[in-house]
């Protein structure tokens, strides 16, 4: 749980849960202003969130450092989360304050106030998952000409597994138990790798469709209630990128991480691709691309959260984790297999 006095010292100009209830009384037109509440369990790396009840309903307080390259980019974030509203993409709408601006400033920090969405992360089930498939189609689709500052779409922020990180994560793997069996499933996942790294080269990022991408694609970022898509939120990794990475980081984490089973994975990934397909189809590079994208998406993904916790991830060992790790990219190389070989 969030410990509000540490967060709060990250703003020496905004200390205190009353003295951001005072700028929200002054600034905003919303009635009454109760003391803020820290949002348990909530990633406060990059800027403050707490939750505010007022007279005008309930919202989500966010605060930033007051740096010209961080306002700007809120400010984009903004525009799209408007356009996304405008094409029927349900998001978390922010509050104008009293001048009309989204964004509220001091000395040294800013803030914005979001609209609180009631509902929860999402859940997998085949009706989520044709929901959230849908949902990035769009969204792809909807945003192919909206501006967007740009930067290079050929770097992916998952577009290799780092040797040193997967070697870390093979070391704690060994110390689990059966180091030969670790080391039989380390050489088959080292070999998937290896074949992903030509399919996803850089040269080879060419070829893939372009555009503005989410960048964080998971269930943690789709609020639903009532089996109905809520809100897309976290918008801050959005911009300039390759369609590819988004719908890869969506099927590892939505369709892939959670089960071993062949045919559970080919359920959720076919029913992720028909439906995002209904607004834009992959071409003949990608439909090969995307497997490779969601191994070296899963396995990076993995082998940092292990180091990270010490090797345990979602409740399995590192051990545990290399032996799932290697069905589910054997089970990716023969699904990319069979595209490119019928």
Same mark, same amino acid.
């Given at each position: 749980?969030?410990?509000?006095?540490?967060?709060?010292?990250?703003?020496?100009?905004?200390?205190?849960? *009353?003295?951001?209830?005072?700028?929200?009384?002054?600034?905003?037109?919303?009635?009454?202003?109760?003391?803020?509440?820290?949002?348990?369990?909530?990633?406060?790396?990059?800027?403050?969130?707490?939750?505010?009840?007022?007279?005008?309903?309930?919202?989500?307080? !966010?605060?930033?450092?007051?740096?010209?390259?961080?306002?700007?980019?809120?400010?984009?974030?903004?525009?799209?989360?408007?356009?996304?509203?405008?094409?029927?993409?349900?998001?978390?709408?922010?509050?104008?304050? &009293?001048?009309? &601006?989204?964004?509220?400033?001091?000395?040294?920090?800013?803030?914005?106030? $979001?609209?609180? #969405?009631?509902? +929860?992360?999402?859940?997998?089930?085949?009706?989520?998952?044709?929901? %959230?498939?849908?949902?990035?189609?769009?969204?792809?689709?909807?945003?192919?000409?909206?501006?967007?500052?740009?930067?290079?779409?050929?770097?992916?922020? /998952?577009?290799?597994?780092?040797?040193?990180?997967?070697?870390?994560?093979?070391?704690?793997?060994? *110390?689990?138990?059966?180091?030969? &069996?670790?080391?039989?499933?380390?050489? $088959?996942?080292?070999?998937?790798? =290896?074949?992903?790294?030509?399919?996803?080269?850089?040269?080879?990022?060419?070829? /893939?469709?372009?555009?503005?991408?989410?960048?964080?694609?998971?269930?943690?970022?789709?609020?639903?209630?009532?089996?109905?898509?809520?809100?897309?939120?976290?918008?801050?990794?959005?911009?300039?990128?390759?369609?590819? @990475?988004?719908?890869?980081?969506?099927?590892?984490?939505?369709?892939?991480?959670?089960?071993? !089973?062949? @045919?559970?994975? %080919?359920?959720? +990934?076919?029913?992720?691709? +028909?439906?995002?397909?209904?607004?834009?189809?992959?071409?003949?590079? @990608?439909?090969?691309?995307?497997?490779?994208?969601?191994? #070296?998406?899963?396995?990076? +993904?993995?082998?940092?959260?292990?180091?990270?916790? !010490?090797?345990?991830?979602?409740?399995?060992?590192? $051990?545990?984790?290399?032996?799932?790790?290697?069905?589910?990219?054997?089970?990716?190389?023969? =699904?990319?297999?069979?595209?490119?070989?019928?």
């Amino acid at each position: 749980m969030t410990n509000p006095d540490q967060v709060e010292k990250q703003q020496p100009n905004l200390q205190g849960r *009353e003295a951001l209830a005072r700028v929200i009384r002054e600034f905003y037109d919303v009635g009454f202003v109760d003391l803020p509440v820290p949002v348990p369990m909530a990633h406060q790396r990059r800027h403050r969130k707490l939750v505010v009840m007022t007279g005008a309903g309930k919202f989500l307080i !966010k605060t930033y450092k007051r740096d010209p390259y961080v306002l700007d980019t809120l400010r984009f974030q903004h525009r799209l989360s408007q356009h996304l509203d405008e094409n029927a993409l349900p998001v978390a709408r922010i509050l104008p304050a &009293k001048n009309g &601006k989204k964004i509220v400033e001091g000395d040294d920090w800013a803030l914005e106030l $979001q609209e609180f #969405v009631d509902g +929860t992360p999402m859940e997998v089930t085949s009706e989520t998952l044709a929901i %959230s498939a849908h949902a990035l189609g769009q969204m792809h689709d909807v945003c192919r000409d909206f501006p967007r500052p740009e930067r290079d779409v050929r770097m992916w922020r /998952f577009s290799e597994v780092p040797r040193t990180l997967f070697a870390q994560f093979f070391e704690m793997a060994k *110390e689990g138990g059966n180091e030969q &069996k670790v080391m039989d499933e380390c050489n $088959q996942i080292a070999l998937f790798l =290896r074949d992903a790294s030509q399919e996803l080269s850089f040269e080879a990022r060419n070829r /893939f469709e372009t555009g503005l991408i989410h960048g964080d694609w998971h269930g943690g970022n789709l609020i639903f209630k009532d089996g109905r898509l809520q809100a897309i939120v976290d918008l801050e990794f959005a911009g300039d990128g390759c369609f590819l @990475e988004d719908l890869a980081y969506g099927i590892s984490n939505l369709c892939v991480r959670t089960t071993m !089973k062949p @045919e559970r994975l %080919s359920k959720r +990934t076919d029913i992720m691709l +028909t439906h995002y397909q209904k607004h834009r189809n992959l071409s003949p590079y @990608e439909q090969v691309a995307l497997y490779c994208a969601v191994g #070296v998406k899963h396995v990076a +993904t993995v082998s940092y959260q292990a180091l990270q916790s !010490k090797g345990v991830v979602a409740g399995y060992s590192a $051990q545990s984790w290399m032996e799932r790790l290697a069905v589910q990219c054997q089970w990716l190389s023969e =699904r990319a297999h069979g595209v490119r070989w019928g």
